[in-house]
C-alpha cells in the first residue's frame, strides 16, 4: 500500500511522537514502527511520550502488535486515562543531603571494594579533521558541565551514608599534546600509548572531578579529543547527549552567541529523588512479585567451560575480540526479524542462547543485558548513570525450532521491558542469593545490541569520526556488545583473560557467524540442528582427528610370538608371584602342545574350549590353540553348568582344555 497521510488529530498527534523518536518528516498512518527502523529502546520512548501527551499507560507488546498509527489510534480510542499513575513524579528538590540513584549506590560500594579502578571509566575518542578552534572547545565543555549537574558531582559520607554534593560551578581543564612533529610510525605509537594511558587513568569519586578531556594535536587540521567518564556519572546514552550538546554549544561559542539549548526539565539528583521515592510506594511490589516469580528456581550460576581454572576472586583484566557480520547475513537476519514481527535484538539473543546451550548443556540459564532505563521524557536529555540490568532467562527445552524459540524469547523480553525499573541490585537482595565472590550474581554473561542515540553530529568547519577503545577489563565473564553499521553488525566479545584463552573467544565468534548464518537458511530448524562449527571445524573434527591409521603388522598373533621368542630368547616372557617363563621356555610349551592339538584335529574353523584359571597353563593354552589354526572359547570357571553346556554347544567346540 502506499502513503496514507494521518488524518484524525488523535492520528496526527502520534505521527509526530513517531517521527521525533524515528527522526523523520513524515509517517503513515500503515507504515509499520519497526519496518521504519523502531527498536525496543525506541518503541519505550514512544510509550513515554504517549503517557505524557494522553496520560495512559500504554503496554509494550501492544506496539508490536500494533505497529501502525492506525493500530496504536484505535488501542487509545478503546482505553480510557489513568486514573492514578504508577509512575515517578518529580517535586521540588528538599534541604538537606541528596541520596544517591540505585545504580549510583551499586558503583559507589563497587569502588569501595576495589578502589583505584578503571573498571568503570567509560572512554570516548573522536577524530576531529578540519579548522579546530581549541578555545571554542574548552567553552562548550565549560558550559555542558554547567548545564547538567552531572557532571559536577563528587561523592562523599554523611552520617555513614553515600551523598551527592554537587558543586556549583567546575572548570574543564583541555590540555592539548602537540604530536605534529613525529613521523608517522612514532606519532601513531604516541597516540597509542596516550589514548590507552588516559582510558585507564581510575577516578577518585570523593576529589573528583569524574569527567576529563584532552586533545592530541596531529596536524594542522586534524586532532584526536579524548574524553574520559565515571559510569557512576554517565551511561552509554548519555554519550550521545554530550558529543550532540557540545557539538550544539560549540557552533555557539563559534558565533560569539549563548547557547540555544532548551532548559533540562530535571536534573539527575532530582530523578534519583523521584526514583527512591516511587520504589518506597505502591510500584515497588509488583516489580518485585514479578521478577521473584519469572526467576524462581532459575540456575543463578551460567558455568561455561573455561580455559584456565577459575580463582576465588576472578580478576578484571580483560580484552575483546572484533566480530564483523557480512552485509548480506544483517539483512537476512532484519528480514527474518521482520517477518517473525520482532526486533533484530531479539533474534540476536536468541541466537546467542542457542550457542550458549551448545557450550553448557543447560536449557535454563540466565543472560543480562542492558537497557537504558530512560522510560520518562524528562530524562532523555540528561547525563547520567540510568542504566539497569535485566536478566533475561533462556527457556530452550522441548528442543524447540529456531523460529518458535524467537517466540518465546520475544514474550520474555516485553514482559521484562515491562518490568524493568526494578534495580537490579534489589532482584538479587530478593532472591536471597549466596554471595559467591568467584562469580557475579545471578549474571555472568552480557548480550549488548547497542542502540542509544549516537548520530555524529555536524560541527562548523570540522567533520567528526567516534573511533574504537580498547578495553582492558572485563565486568562480566563474556560479554557479547553489537551494533548495526551500513556495512553490517560489527562488535567485539569482551572476556576475562584469566578464564578464556584468545583462541577459544576467537572460535566462539566464528562458532557464531556459522550459526546465524544456518538460522537465516533454516529458521524452522530444530535449534539441535542448527550449525555451529565452521567448516575448518567440521574438517577438523569428521578428517584430521580421524586419521588415525597406522601400520601393523599382517602375521597372526601366534607367528608374532614365536618370532619374538627367537629374536630373544632368554628374556622373561611370563612372570608369576613364584615363577617365571623366557620366551625361550614359553615357546617350547606352546610348540609341543600345538602339535598334541594339531593331531587331535584342531585348526582353521575348529573351536576349543578353554576351563582354566588364571596361571601360566592358560597362556600356553590360548597360543597353542592359535599355533595350531584354531579359535579359542574362554570358559570361565564360576559360571554355572547350565551355562558352561550352552556355550559349549554354541560354540561347536571339539574340545575342552581344563
Not at 356 to 364: E, F, M, N, T
Request: hydrophobic share 45%; charged share 15%.
Amino acid at each position: 500500500t502506499g502513503f496514507v497521510a494521518p488524518q484524525s488529530a488523535l492520528e496526527q498527534q502520534l505521527a509526530s511522537a513517531w517521527q521525533s523518536v524515528l527522526r523523520l518528516d513524515k509517517v503513515g498512518v500503515h507504515d509499520n514502527f519497526f519496518d521504519l527502523g523502531g527498536n525496543s529502546l525506541l518503541a519505550t520512548q514512544v510509550v513515554s511520550r504517549l503517557r505524557d501527551q494522553f496520560a495512559v499507560s500504554v503496554p509494550l507488546h501492544v506496539l508490536f502488535q500494533a505497529p501502525s498509527i492506525s493500530g496504536l489510534a484505535r488501542h487509545l480510542q478503546a482505553h480510557a486515562p489513568a486514573s492514578e499513575s504508577l509512575q515517578p513524579t518529580f517535586k521540588p528538590r528538599p534541604d538537606g543531603p541528596l541520596p544517591l540513584s540505585f545504580a549510583q549506590e551499586r558503583l559507589w560500594f563497587i569502588d569501595q571494594l576495589i578502589p583505584d579502578s578503571a573498571l568503570y571509566v567509560i572512554p570516548l575518542a573522536m577524530r576531529l579533521t578540519g579548522t579546530l578552534d581549541v578555545a571554542a572547545l574548552a567553552r562548550s565543555l565549560r558550559a555542558l558541565v554547567q548545564r547538567h549537574e552531572s557532571l559536577r558531582t563528587t561523592f562523599g559520607l554523611v552520617d555513614g551514608k553515600p551523598v551527592q554534593v554537587i558543586a556549583p560551578a567546575q572548570d574543564v581543564p583541555l590540555p592539548l599534546t602537540d604530536l605534529r612533529s613525529l613521523p608517522a610510525e612514532a606519532q601513531s605509537a604516541a597516540v597509542a600509548q596516550h589514548t590507552h594511558a588516559f582510558a585507564v587513568q581510575p577516578f577518585d569519586l570523593h576529589t573528583g572531578p569524574l569527567l576529563r578531556s584532552c586533545l592530541l594535536r596531529l596536524a594542522d587540521d586534524s586532532h584526536l579529543w579524548m574524553l574520559s567518564l565515571h559510569h557512576i556519572v554517565a551511561d552509554g546514552w548519555s554519550l550521545g547527549v554530550l558529543v550532540q550538546e557540545v557539538a550544539a554549544l560549540y557552533a555557539s561559542a563559534l558565533r560569539g552567541q549563548p547557547d540555544a539549548l532548551p532548559a533540562l526539565p530535571i536534573q539527575y539528583a532530582d530523578y534519583a529523588l523521584s526514583q527512591r521515592e516511587w520504589l518506597q510506594g505502591p510500584a515497588r511490589q509488583p516489580l518485585l512479585d514479578y521478577w521473584t516469580r519469572q526467576l524462581a528456581e532459575v540456575p543463578t550460576v551460567l558455568d561455561l567451560p573455561t580455559d584456565f581454572p577459575r580463582p576465588a576472586v576472578p580478576s578484571p583484566q580483560g580484552a575483546l575480540h572484533a566480530l564483523q557480520l557480512p552485509a548480506e547475513l544483517t539483512a537476512s537476519l532484519k528480514a527474518l526479524s521482520r517477518e517473525e514481527g520482532i526486533t533484530l535484538f531479539m533474534t540476536l539473543m536468541a541466537a546467542f542462547q542457542v550457542l550458549l546451550q551448545r557450550y553448557c548443556a543447560k536449557d535454563d540459564f540466565v543472560v543480562g543485558t542492558p537497557i537504558a532505563n530512560r522510560t520518562l521524557g524528562q530524562t532523555e536529555a540528561l547525563i547520567g548513570c540510568f542504566i539497569n540490568t535485566l536478566p533475561i532467562r533462556a527457556n530452550l527445552a522441548s528442543r524447540p525450532t529456531f523460529r518458535s524459540l524467537l517466540r518465546r524469547v520475544q514474550a520474555t523480553c516485553l514482559e521484562a521491558y515491562a518490568h524493568q525499573e526494578l534495580p537490579f541490585e534489589h532482584l538479587v537482595d530478593a532472591l536471597h542469593l549466596s554471595r559467591d565472590l568467584s562469580h557475579t550474581p545471578l549474571v555472568q554473561v552480557i548480550f549488548v545490541l547497542q542502540n542509544a542515540p549516537m548520530a555524529t553530529p555536524a560541527l562548523p568547519g570540522l567533520h567528526l569520526e567516534a573511533l574504537p577503545t580498547q578495553s582492558t577489563t572485563a565486568k562480566f565473564d563474556l560479554t557479547l556488545s553489537l551494533e548495526e553499521t551500513s556495512g553490517g553488525l560489527k562488535g567485539w566479545f569482551e572476556y576475562r583473560t584469566g578464564l578464556f584463552a584468545a583462541s577459544t573467544i576467537a572460535r566462539l565468534a566464528e562458532q557464531f557467524t556459522t550459526l546465524l548464518a544456518g538460522v537465516v537458511a533454516a529458521p524452522d530448524a530444530n535449534i539441535h540442528a542448527l550449525p555451529v562449527l565452521s567448516e575448518s571445524e567440521r574438517w577438523q573434527v569428521l578428517v584430521a582427528f580421524n586419521t588415525n591409521t597406522s601400520a601393523y603388522p599382517s602375521d597372526s598373533i601366534a607367528s608374532l610370538f614365536h618370532a619374538q621368542a627367537a629374536r630373544t630368547p632368554d628374556a622373561p616372557a611370563l612372570l608369576t608371584s613364584d615363577s617365571s617363563l623366557t620366551y625361550r621356555a614359553l615357546s617350547e610349551r606352546v610348540c609341543r602342545l600345538a602339535h598334541h592339538l594339531h593331531h587331535l584335529g584342531v585348526g582353521p574353523e575348529v573351536t576349543v574350549g578353554v576351563y582354566l584359571e588364571r596361571s601360566p597353563d592358560l597362556i600356553v593354552s590360548l597360543l597353542a590353540i592359535l599355533s595350531a589354526g584354531g579359535a579359542y572359547v574362554p570358559l570361565d570357571t564360576s559360571y554355572p553348568a547350565e551355562r558352561l553346556a550352552f556355550m559349549l554347544e554354541d560354540s561347536r567346540a571339539s574340545l575342552v582344555l581344563s
